[in-house]
Each structure stands twice: as structure tokens, then as C-alpha cells.
């Protein structure tokens, strides 16, 4: 038996425990490094700071709303729904037709004028969007739930350009926009940059839909059920539970928030145009996953990360990388998280037994 | 050369909180035939899944042919001379029968991406060889001709079983791990069985490692017969003496039974 | 009449057979230039033909990485921007004052940059650092499973074009030259030395007057060579381990195939090949431009690959002819049929991904094992049909 038999054996079974050390130091210096650059842009320019800060607390509730939709799905049927993205824009789209173009709020009308037909507004987006996830889940991804799991996720891609190229067909390639409908006054000014009201109730209305949500998956049957289909479809079934209903009802709750998010997005930017959604879908996506794909705290979590971290990226002065990068550095978090720690920030470790 | 071709010393795993397998002291002894036996949920796949490299042990020593075999991957145990079958049978089912065997002995060969784009003669002679044993291999363990071309997912239940054995064959191992190779076979396909494991023990030269449940089979042909329960050993011995153990007859049926079981043997 | 034909050619001797077809369709191909234009105006412009031969090779590259390994890979625009690129550094005024040439042809000797002969570097030197590039994004994410390697791909599909648009900027070196691209590229050509000896063989592409057609043959030899090598590793033990790894990880780890080495070959080799196209295609348009990879090729040439049937090489060339000519020239003259016809005005290459989803999402419910599928997909597809699970993905106690 040779030296190098006897030494190899030791050496290979203490190799993970050398990768976990790499991977700790590797990530605090990665860390520490943000967090440096961060103190930095705080002690330079605290009002700057301050702002951006608030813009991507914004940013985070409404990729929030995407996010959990994402996960939802994910969680039930372990589909990457790409056309995800895409529902949010129609909600976008929808909010801009009824609010602008047809009702026609801008702004200059009461507040008990604004308020109902605002909440109008946001049902019927989420009606809209929530019947339109049901229908594509429906015809589309149905009858491909037992089919290897490439032919869905192409299916869903297909989808995705079926939904742009219907909004560049009906809206054309132009940006939509809305004027703003909601309330725009100052709150407050941090160095020189106004906190508009409107950011703040764009949070406000996130954190009480997100614990209904977390309420209802905890606690009502629905949710119940849910998690059931979710952990093990078969079982679920045998158990008497309709998980083509379920399924359903999963879709049509994430197309609701798809909606909503799409009638915050337009009411905080003012507009919107047909090739938003993928590429926001996509974000929204890595928000997801970084918080832990399935885990709803987590959905939220996550993208109020990926908020602050685009905020940041855009909107700092000192050593950020710029808007130029705003994609790359948000997919290069979506890749080093699956390679290094692909449940997430609340997700579980996957265990040795699948 | 030690007498063991494999050792296992304080083996250990813990998914969790649960303890899957407890602090388990093994040996396979060079040419020896060992059954692994134990109700449901003993532990036996688990510690079978140690053996190769499918999981790692939370803690413990397994040392194969004198080497420690603790946290290389599944592959390189394989290449070590570790063959395998697997309790659910998991056969590639869209190649056919010799294309199997042919994938088992993919580490014993050596073509490469340049031998094999340009069909290099010492690749070509490679490519025959290897075609060639695996008809021999699936002569040996018993499959015909016919279903030589077939698709694995259409061969039968015995055949595909079969199947499985040869294509562990064309790894060339020293040891072979046998998950419940005889599950869902009829007694004379189990007799036809026992002895052929013996055949490959004295033919072959090879050390075999069986988990079984069906006992003629383990009696039929174990030099020795270790018992695992909830993770732990609860007894060791030549088949007959595993047979009358007390332990053991409470563990498969229950405390209660000894005393029927001993009265009744 | 058509029934005694028939008669005769099975009473024709199995060689010639299974030389004669093949001779014909291939004769068809190298001589098309020459009929082309006496066919109707729908059949493809040289052009475009030669467009189908570039997209054609890499669907022949995504297919080694998606249909005979199994590895979902959205973001294979990395590795046709990588030979494109490459091209871009070794055949242009990019890193002028420099001046070193190396076996160039058809280039003044004393043209400033670097110039690489470009048959050097599309062949070898292009597709080599897209293979590099595989191995590079494959190591780490390669361990990943199905959809999530699927995601970090297309993460970095979506990277890489952004990086390259802001190349002209990176720690204040222009590597790229950022948004405005990289041109012009060195044509191909054999070099005033053996244009002498075969006059047949141009010195310089571009000074010839149908220089279409000399691309499309040289688009159609790579697509030989790459065929070749596709048919032949599938044939071969590396073949037979990405079957298995497809089918079952654990079982084919557990038959001694090392996975991470099989799995970043399949990702290497399909690199490889998508280098060549891309380094093919720049130096034909004698530019590249960071607009010109965008994640939409990404998933184009997967379709190609899932439409035309995934591991079959015949389907997948299929698939990727019938797409790229559909979005270069087919749509185009689809949609001005469709005005004449209905007396509309609809600008159809507008919506041809709106069209080219609705395809997919057909095809996909209602043939989703594609066109031409392989024998092994055939039989997948089958045994789902009748319930029976092919491959497992989860480890039984």
C-alpha cells in the first residue's frame, strides 16, 4: 500500500470541512467588503444614502408581490413560471387603461373621488390578472404536469412571449403612462430628495397583504391543502384533496398579487411598457430564491434585499458598479446563491435523503 | 493483504435527529458471502448507501481493499472494484441490455473524446473487446440472446434483475453489494439465484455483500449473517446460529414470539 | 407508375441505397446556389442560407449539452458570443498600434491590430475559449439539478451580454469597445499563395462577386464537421455515460461514471461548437455587436433543439433550418402573403415571437418529444404515456 493511499483517505474526508471554512471566509469578505462600501456611502453622503434606502424599501414591497407569486407556484408544482413577469406587466397595462385612459385619475380629483375608484381599480387588476394565471395554468400547463420537466418550462417561455407580443400588439411599443393618481406629497426631505406619501403607502399596502397571505397558507384549510399538494401530490390526492383545485387556486392567488404589484408598480413609476415584465420577473425571481424558494417570509425577505441592493447599485455615489451593471449584479447574487446556498436565506439545506 | 475486503468501524449516520444507523462495527471478510438481514427500517439500505458513497457517514471508518473510502464520491469508490445492484431496480431503461453492461464497465475503459470522434483502431479494438464481454456477462448471469438489443424497460421483472447483476459485473469489482436481488422472484428463480451468487463467489473470485429478506436465500449460501435492528447490530454469526437467536426472532416478529419460535424449532 | 418505381428501388442493393440519398441531398445542397434562383422567391436567399448554417451548427453544439446529456442550458448565447468575440480580437484593428500577424490571409501584411489567420480561429482558437468559458461556468453550477441549473445559466446568459456592452469600460480597459462593437473582421479567404495553385479557391471571400456563396459553403462544411463529431461521440462511450447520467445520476455514478468530469465535457463540447458558429458568423458580417447576443438567441436555439426533436441530430437540424429561416426570410414573406391575401397591413416580424411562442406552446401539448425525435426520446415518451416513470431522481430507503 502505497503513501499516498494511506494519506489520500484522511485528507478526502476532511475536504468538506476545508470547502465550508473557504466558503465561510469567501463569503464574510464578501460581506464585509458590501458592508465597507455601504458605511462608506453613509458617512459620505448620509441624505443620498438615506433616500436611496427609502427607494429601495419601495423597490422591495412591490417585487415583493411578484416574488411570493413566483414562490407559491414553485412551491406547488416546481414550476419556474417565466411568464410570471409578464402577468405582473398586464397588471401594469390593466391599471394603466382603466385608471388613465378610461376613468381618467390624475391626480386632480378628492381624495374620496380617488380612494374608491383606486380600489376599483385594484380589484379589477387582480381579477384580471388572477383569471388570466388560471387560464394559462389551464390550458398550458396542465395537461403537462406529468411530462418531463423541460416541456413545461418551455411551455411557460412561450407564454411569456405570447403575453409581450399581445401588450405590443394591443399597446403598441411606447411607454404607458399614468399620471399620478397616487398622493405625491412630501412627507419629508432627506438631503435635498423628497419622500413622497406615495412610497409609503406602497410599503403599507405590502405588509398587511403579505401577512394575510402567511395567515392564509398557515391557517385556512385552502392553505392547508396547499402545503399538502405541495409537499406530496399523491398523498395529498388520496387524502380527498382536489389538487387540480388547489393548483388552481395557487395560480389565481399569485396572479392576484401579480396584479396588485402591477397597479403599485404604476402608481409609484407612472408608466409602463410591454417588455417590462420579463426582465422584472426575473429579478423578482432571484428574490425568490434568495430568500428561500417555497418560504413566503423568506419571498419577501428577499426581495426587499434585491430592492435596496438595485437602489443601491443605481442610486449610490461611491464605489457601486452603476446602473449600467444593475442586471449583472443581480443575477451574479441569483447564481452565487444556488451554487452556495441554494435553499436561501430561510430555506432548509436539502438533506442527504431526497 | 488483510483478511477483510471490507471494514466498517463506527459507522454513524444521522439525518436530522433521527439516527438511521448506530455506531456499527462490519467486516466483509476476502471471498466471504455476508447477508445483511433486519426488519424494515433497519438501517440496511443506509449502510449499504455508506458503503458506496452515496451518503456520507456522520461518522465512523470505512476502509475497501485497505483504503479509507470516507467522503469520495460515488464513482471512484466503483472504480475501486465496489459494484452494486439496487433494491428498486434502477436499470438505464432507454439503452438496451448489452448497452447497460456497457455503461457498468465505462470506468475499466479508456476511450476519450479525440479516440472516439476519430474511431482510432486501438478505440475501434476497445469498442469490440467491450461489446464482446458484455455478451459474455449477460450469458453468464442468465439472459438470452433475444433481449440482447431490447430496451431494458421492456425485459421482464427476472430478466431485468438479471440484467442488473451483469451490469454491476462489468464494473469488474472485488466486492458486490446485492440490494435484495431476489425481491418479487418466485422460489425456483431464488433457488436458481442462491446458487449462482455461489458461482460467482467460486468462478469469480468475488466477496459478496447481500441484503436479504428472503431467508432460504441467506441460509442458502451466507458464510455469515449480520442482523441489524433500529439501526444497531443485534447479533453476528453462521447462519444457523442467526436462525435460533432470540434477539433476533423478537426483532422480526415481535417480542413474545422467541418463546413460540424457539418452542416450535 | 409510381408503384413500379418504388419496386426498383427496393430491388436496388442496400448500398447503394444508403449511399444514393444521401449522395442526392447532399449534391442538392453544395449545388443550390446554382439553381436557387430559379426556384420561387420563398425558398432561402444566400443569405439567409447562410444564417440557417450558422444556427444549424448551434443547435448541433446546445443539442450535445441539452439532448445527449440532458442539462438544461438557457444560457448558451455565452459561448457563440465568445468565439464571436474572439474573432473580434484576433482579425481586426481592435488592438491597434500592435501589428502581429499570424499566417493571415487576404490582409495587407501591414494592416495595424492583430490578425490571427481567421480558418485558425474559428476552427480552433474561437471555439477553444468558448469550451474554456464552458468549462469555467460549468464547474461550479454543473452540480446543480434540472431547473435551478437552468436558472444560474440563464443568469448567466443575461450576464454576459451586459458585461460586454459595458466592455469598453472594465477598470479602464476597452476590451470590447462596449455598445459600438468590434469591426470590421478580416474575411475569410485561402490567401493569394493557394489561390494560385487552385484558382477555384478564392484569396479573399469578399472580393468575389457572389461572396454569399462561398460562405454558405464554408457554412456547410462546418456543418459536416460538426455533425461528424456529433454522430460519432454519440456512438461512443462518452455517448453511452450522458445517456446514462440523463436517465439516472445515481445509478450511472454508481457504475464508476465520474459526473462532474462527464457533465462539464457535454457543456465543453457544446461550447466548442457554439464557438465556431459564432466566430463563423462575425467574421461573415464582418462585425459583432453586444446587441447581437441577447438571452432570446439563448432560447431560440433551445427551441430549435426541443422543437426538432431533442437528441436527434437529423430533427435538430431540422429544427434549426426551419426557425432561422422562418425568423430571417420566412416571416417576412408569410406576412406579406398574408397582406396581399387578406389586404391587411401587418408588419409580421414584429410579432415573430409572439408567433414563435405560440409554436412552442402548441408543439409542446401536442408533440413535445419534437419533429423528429430519437429513438430513446421515442421510447421516453412512450412508456410516460402508458405511466411508467423513466429514471429516477430520488434515492428509496
Known amino acids: 500500500m502505497t503513501a499516498t493511499a494511506r494519506t489520500r483517505g484522511p485528507v478526502l474526508a476532511v475536504l468538506p470541512m476545508i ?15 458590501l458592508a465597507l462600501v455601504l458605511l462608506e456611502n453613509l458617512v459620505r453622503s448620509p441624505g443620498q444614502f438615506v433616500s436611496v434606502l427609502l427607494l429601495g424599501i419601495t423597490l422591495g414591497s412591490i417585487y415583493a408581490l411578484v416574488a411570493i407569486g413566483y414562490t407559491l407556484v414553485y412551491g406547488i408544482i416546481e414550476l419556474i413560471n417565466f411568464a410570471h413577469g409578464d402577468v405582473f406587466m398586464w397588471g401594469t397595462m390593466v391599471t394603466v387603461t382603466l385608471s388613465a385612459h378610461w376613468i381618467g385619475l390624475d391626480g386632480s380629483q378628492a381624495w374620496y373621488v380617488t380612494v374608491p ?59 404607458q403612462s399614468a399620471n399620478n393618481i397616487f398622493p405625491t406629497n412630501v412627507l419629508f426631505d432627506v438631503g435635498g430628495i423628497p419622500y413622497r406619501a406615495k412610497s409609503l403607502l406602497v410599503v403599507l399596502i405590502s405588509i398587511p397583504v403579505l401577512a394575510a397571505l402567511v395567515y392564509l397558507v398557515r391557517s385556512t384549510r385552502q392553505g392547508k391543502a396547499m402545503r399538502a399538494v405541495a409537499q406530496d401530490n399523491d398523498a395529498a390526492r388520496m387524502m380527498g384533496i382536489d389538487v387540480d383545485r388547489t393548483i388552481a387556486f395557487t395560480f389565481l392567488l399569485a396572479g392576484a398579487l401579480a396584479g396588485a404589484g402591477g397597479l403599485m408598480f404604476v402608481m409609484f413609476q407612472t408608466s409602463t411598457r410591454y417588455d417590462l415584465g420579463f426582465q422584472l420577473g426575473l429579478f423578482a425571481f432571484t428574490a425568490a430564491v434568495l430568500g428561500g424558494i417555497g418560504n413566503l417570509t423568506g419571498a419577501w425577505l428577499g426581495a426587499m434585499t434585491i430592492g435596496l441592493i438595485q437602489a443601491f447599485n443605481e442610486g449610490l455615489e461611491h464605489h457601486v458598479p452603476g446602473s449600467s451593471w444593475t442586471q449583472s449584479v443581480i443575477f451574479a447574487i441569483l447564481i452565487l446563491v444556488l451554487v452556495f446556498r441554494p435553499q436561501g436565506i430561510l430555506g432548509e439545506p436539502e438533506s442527504d435523503r431526497a | 493483504m488483510s483478511e477483510a475486503i471490507l471494514e466498517a468501524h463506527a459507522v454513524r449516520k444521522e439525518f436530522g435527529g433521527l439516527v438511521a444507523v448506530s455506531d456499527i462495527d462490519f467486516d466483509v471478510p476476502r471471498g466471504g458471502i455476508v447477508s445483511l438481514i433486519g426488519p424494515n427500517g433497519a438501517g440496511k439500505t443506509t449502510f449499504f448507501n455508506m458503503l458506496t458513497g452515496a451518503y456520507t457517514p456522520t461518522s465512523g471508518q470505512v476502509t475497501f481493499d485497505g483504503r479509507e473510502i470516507i467522503g469520495l464520491p460515488a464513482h471512484a469508490i466503483t472504480q475501486l472494484g465496489v459494484g452494486r445492484t439496487f433494491q428498486n431496480i434502477r436499470l438505464f431503461q432507454t439503452m438496451s441490455s448489452v448497452e447497460n453492461v456497457l455503461v457498468g464497465m465505462h470506468c475499466r475503459m479508456k476511450g476519450g473524446i479525440f479516440g472516439s470522434i476519430l474511431r482510432t483502431p486501438r478505440v475501434r479494438r476497445e469498442e469490440r473487446q467491450a461489446h464482446d464481454r458484455a455478451l459474455e456477462l449477460l ?57 449462482f451468487v455461489g458461482r460467482l463467489r467460486e468462478e469469480l473470485k468475488l466477496s459478496v455483500l447481500m441484503i436479504e429478506h428472503d431467508m432460504k436465500v441467506v441460509m442458502g449460501v451466507s458464510d455469515r449473517v449480520t442482523v441489524l435492528d433500529r439501526g444497531e447490530k443485534i447479533a453476528e454469526g453462521a447462519p444457523a446460529e442467526i436462525q435460533r437467536n432470540e434477539r433476533v426472532i423478537e426483532a422480526y416478529l415481535g417480542s413474545g414470539a422467541a418463546g413460540q419460535a424457539g418452542a416450535a424449532s | 407508375m409510381t408503384a413500379r418505381l418504388a419496386d426498383l428501388w427496393y430491388q436496388l442493393p442496400w448500398a447503394v441505397r444508403r449511399v444514393v440519398v444521401p449522395a442526392i441531398a447532399v449534391a442538392a445542397l453544395v449545388l443550390y446556389p446554382k439553381y436557387m434562383s430559379n426556384l420561387p422567391s420563398q425558398f432561402p436567399e444566400m443569405s439567409t442560407a447562410v444564417v440557417m448554417c450558422v444556427f444549424i451548427v448551434m443547435a448541433l453544439g446546445l443539442n450535445v449539452v441539452v439532448g445527449y446529456a440532458g442539462l438544461l442550458d438557457l444560457g448558451y448565447v455565452a459561448f457563440y458570443a465568445a468565439g464571436a468575440y474572439v474573432a473580434g480580437w484576433f482579425a481586426t484593428l481592435q488592438f491597434a498600434p500592435h501589428v502581429h500577424h499570424l499566417w493571415a490571409v487576404g490582409v495587407p501584411s501591414d494592416l495595424p491590430g492583430v490578425h490571427v489567420n481567421v480558418w485558425l480561429l474559428m476552427l480552433a482558437v474561437g471555439a477553444a475559449f468558448a469550451a ?49 462593437g468590434l469591426t470590421p473582421i478580416d474575411q475569410l479567404g485561402f490567401g493569394s499563395a493557394i489561390h494560385n495553385t487552385f484558382g477555384f479557391l478564392p484569396e479573399n471571400y469578399r472580393r468575389e462577386f457572389d461572396v454569399n456563396n462561398y460562405y454558405y459553403w464554408t457554412g456547410l462544411f462546418l456543418i459536416a464537421v460538426t455533425l461528424f463529431c456529433c454522430i460519432r461521440l454519440r456512438d461512443s462511450r462518452l455517448g453511452r455515460a450522458w445517456v ?33 458558429a459564432g466566430c463563423f458568423f462575425a467574421i461573415y458580417k464582418s462585425s459583432t455587436f453586444p446587441q447581437d447576443f441577447t438571452l432570446n438567441i439563448s432560447i431560440f436555439v433551445l427551441c430549435m433543439v426541443i422543437l426538432g426533436g431533442m437528441g436527434n441530430v437529423w430533427g435538430v437540424m431540422l429544427g434549426g433550418a426551419v426557425l432561422a429561416y422562418l425568423n430571417y426570410q420566412g416571416l417576412n414573406s408569410i406576412g406579406r402573403t398574408f397582406n396581399d391575401t387578406f389586404g391587411t397591413s401587418i408588419s409580421v416580424p414584429t410579432y415573430s415571437f409572439g408567433i414563435f411562442g405560440t409554436v412552442i406552446v402548441i408543439m409542446m401539448l401536442v408533440r413535445p418529444q419534437g419533429l423528429i425525435p430519437s429513438r430513446r426520446r421515442r421510447a421516453e415518451f412512450a412508456a410516460a404515456e402508458e405511466g411508467v416513470s423513466v429514471g429516477k431522481a430520488v434515492m428509496e430507503e
Open chain 1, 19 to 33: 470547502q465550508r471554512q473557504a466558503r465561510r471566509i469567501a463569503s464574510s469578505i464578501l460581506l464585509g467588503g
Open chain 1, 117 to 175: 375608484l383606486v380600489a376599483g381599480t385594484l380589484l379589477a387588476a387582480m381579477a384580471f390578472c388572477g383569471t388570466m394565471n388560471v387560464t394559462i395554468e389551464r390550458f398550458a400547463y396542465r395537461p403537462l404536469r406529468n411530462a418531463p420537466k423541460l416541456a413545461p418550462l418551455i411551455t411557460a417561455i412561450g407564454m411569456s412571449f405570447i403575453l409581450q407580443n399581445l401588450a405590443l400588439a394591443i399597446y403598441g411599443p411606447r411607454e
Open chain 3, 244 to 276: 446514462a447520467i440523463r436517465e439516472d445520476e445515481i445509478a450511472a455514478a454508481a457504475m464508476g461514471i465520474p459526473l462532474m468530469r462527464t457533465k462539464t465535457l457535454a457543456y465543453a463540447i457544446g461550447a466548442f461548437f457554439g464557438g465556431v
Open chain 2, 139 to 195: 450469458r453468464y448471469c442468465g439472459l438470452h440472446q433475444r433481449v440482447d438489443e431490447e430496451y431494458a424497460m421492456n425485459l421482464s421483472y427476472g430478466d431485468q434483475r438479471r440484467l442488473e447483476v451483469a451490469r454491476a459485473l462489468g464494473t469488474d469489482p472485488k466486492l458486490l453489494l446485492l440490494d435484495e436481488p431476489t425481491a418479487g422472484m418466485n422460489p425456483q428463480e431464488s433457488a436458481d439465484f442462491t446458487a
Open chain 3, 132 to 180: 474554456l468559458l464552458g468549462v469555467i461556468i460549468g464547474l461550479p453550477t454543473l452540480r446543480l439539478r434540472g431547473d435551478y441549473l437552468a436558472i444560474v445559466t440563464l443568469g448567466f446568459g443575461e450576464i454576459i451580454p451586459q458585461a460586454v456592452n459595458n466592455g469598453d469600460n472594465w477598470f479602464g480597459h476597452n476590451v470590447t469597445n462596449g455598445p459600438n
